[in-house]
C-alpha cells in the first residue's frame, strides 16, 4: 500500500520573536522564542563568524512550540548582526504569514509492504520513503529517518528492509511537529494493519497484540541509528482498557436506517520516544542535559538551567524533583530564568525529552547536593 501525508502547521499562538541588545564587549544579548538557547547561540556565532562568548541566549517562557522553535530562523542572526553594528537594541518578529510559510511538518509518501502468515505472524517488512524537505535541508534527512525507524518499531519481524530519500522542492523549508516523523509512520502502519486483519478474518485489536515489540526487545529510538531497550510495557494492558471503554466487542452493531449517517469505531495504536539518547552509544544522535542547584542559606535551592518550556510545565515538574530529592518545599525552588552564560549545555527540549532528559540531570545533581549537605552536618554535628 502507499500512503501520503500533508504538511500541516505547527502554529503557535505566540509567534516567532526575537530582541538583540548590544554588549560593551562587542557581543549581543539575545532574548527569543527558541526551545534551545544553546543551539542558537552556536547558531547565530556561526552565521555571524564571531566567537561563541560573544553572544548570550536568554531562556524566556514560549507561547507554544510544537517544533517550530527547535532551529533557529533567519531574524535572529539579522537581529543580532544589526544590534552589533548599529550599537542599538533591534526586535524582529514574524507575521502569522511569515509563520506559516516558515514552519510545516515534512510531507512524505510511504511505500508498505507486508508478508503475513495465515496465523497472523509477520514474515517481512519492506519500506520506502520518499521525504519532502522544501527548499533547504533545514532539518535534512534526520525526518526520514525518524519515519523510517518507527516504520521498523512496532511489531516484531524476522526480515526488514528500508530505503529513504529526502528531496528538495520549490517550496518553504519544514521542520518537526509533534512527533518528528512518527504521525507519518504510524499513519501508514496502523493502516495497512487494519488491511491485514480484513484479508485474514482476524480481529485488529488481536493482530496488533500478537505482533507488538514489547519488553526485553529493541526500538528504534530517534531515527535508524538510535537504538533503544524496552524495560517496560504496558501496550497490551492500555489496548485492552481502551477496547472496553469503546465497546469494541459490540463495534458492529450499531447498525442505522440512515443511508447517510453510520457509525463505526476503529482503533490503532502509537508510540513514541523520550529523548534522543541509545542504549547502544550512537556516534550519530544523542541527548544531553546539565543542571546546576545552588543551595542558599536559609533553605531555599535554586535551579540554573537551559531546557525550555513551551507551555508543557517541566518546570514546574524540575521544582517538584528537587523538593522531593532534597525534602524541602515545592515553593521554596527558585527558577530564574537563565542564560548561556551561566547554563550548563542542553539539547533542544523536543523529543518528549524534558522531564525525562533533563529532569534525570536535575535529580542527579539534587543527589549529589544531598549527600554534601548530609556529609557537612554529620561532621559539624559528631
Known amino acids: 500500500n502507499t500512503y501520503r501525508t500533508s504538511r500541516p502547521n505547527p502554529a503557535p499562538l505566540e509567534r516567532t520573536v526575537v530582541t538583540c541588545v548590544p554588549r560593551a564587549n562587542g557581543g549581543v544579548d539575545v532574548y527569543g522564542t527558541t526551545q534551545s538557547i544553546h543551539a542558537m547561540r552556536k547558531n547565530i556565532a556561526s552565521s555571524l563568524d564571531i566567537p561563541l562568548s560573544k553572544v548570550n541566549c536568554h531562556w524566556t517562557y514560549l507561547g507554544g512550540a510544537f517544533g517550530a522553535h527547535i532551529h533557529t530562523g533567519w531574524i535572529e542572526p539579522l537581529c543580532a548582526f544589526l544590534a552589533i553594528k548599529t550599537g542599538k537594541p533591534v526586535r524582529g518578529e514574524k507575521s502569522r504569514e511569515d509563520m506559516f510559510l516558515a514552519y510545516g511538518r515534512h510531507p512524505m509518501e510511504i511505500k508498505l509492504k507486508t508478508g503475513v502468515k495465515n496465523d497472523g505472524s509477520f514474515t517481512a517488512i519492506a519500506v520506502d520513503i520518499i521525504d519532502d524537505t ?22 516484531r519481524c ?39 486483519a480484513e484479508k485474514l478474518g482476524m480481529d485488529p485489536l488481536e493482530l496488533r497484540l500478537k505482533n507488538h515489540i514489547g519488553e526485553g526487545q529493541t526500538f528504534y529510538g530517534q531515527s535508524t541509528d538510535v537504538v533503544c531497550d524496552i524495560i517496560s510495557c504496558g501496550t497490551e494492558e492500555v489496548v485492552r482498557k481502551g477496547a472496553e471503554a469503546i465497546g469494541w466487542s459490540t463495534r458492529n452493531d450499531h447498525e442505522t436506517e440512515s443511508l447517510y449517517i453510520k457509525r463505526g469505531i476503529g482503533m490503532a495504536r502509537g508510540f513514541h520516544t523520550s529523548g534522543a539518547g541509545s542504549s ?82 536535575v535529580v542527579q545533581a539534587a543527589k549529589n547536593l544531598k549527600e554534601k549537605l548530609i556529609k557537612w552536618a554529620a561532621d559539624i554535628l559528631d
Request: with cysteine; proline share 4%; aromatic share 8%.
Open 134 to 155: 522544501g527548499a533547504y535541508a533545514f532539518s535534512g534527512g534526520s525526518k526520514m529517518k525518524l519515519t523510517a525507524g518507527f516504520c521498523l518499531s512496532m511489531y
Open 280 to 361: 547502544t552509544p550512537s556516534k550519530y544522535i544523542m541527548d544531553y542535559a546539565g543542571a546546576i542547584i545552588k543551595m542558599n542559606e536559609d533553605g531555599t535551592a535554586v535551579l540554573l538551567n537551559a531546557s525550555a518550556d513551551a507551555g508543557g510545565g517541566n518546570r514546574s515538574g524540575y521544582a517538584a524533583m528537587i523538593a522531593e530529592e532534597l525534602g524541602i518545599g515545592y515553593e521554596d525552588v527558585i527558577l530564574p530564568n537563565g542564560d548561556t552564560d551561566t547554563t550548563l549545555f542542553d539539547v533542544p527540549t523536543h523529543a518528549s525529552r524534558g522531564n525525562y532528559g533533563t529532569g534525570l540531570a
Open 158 to 196: 524476522p526480515n526488514q528492509r528500508i530505503r529513504g530519500k529526502t528531496v528538495y522542492t520549490n517550496t518553504p523549508s519544514l521542520c518537526a511537529m509533534r512527533g518528528a516523523g512518527n504521525p507519518q509512520a504510524h499513519w501508514a502502519v496502523e493502516s495497512q494493519i487494519d488491511i491485514i
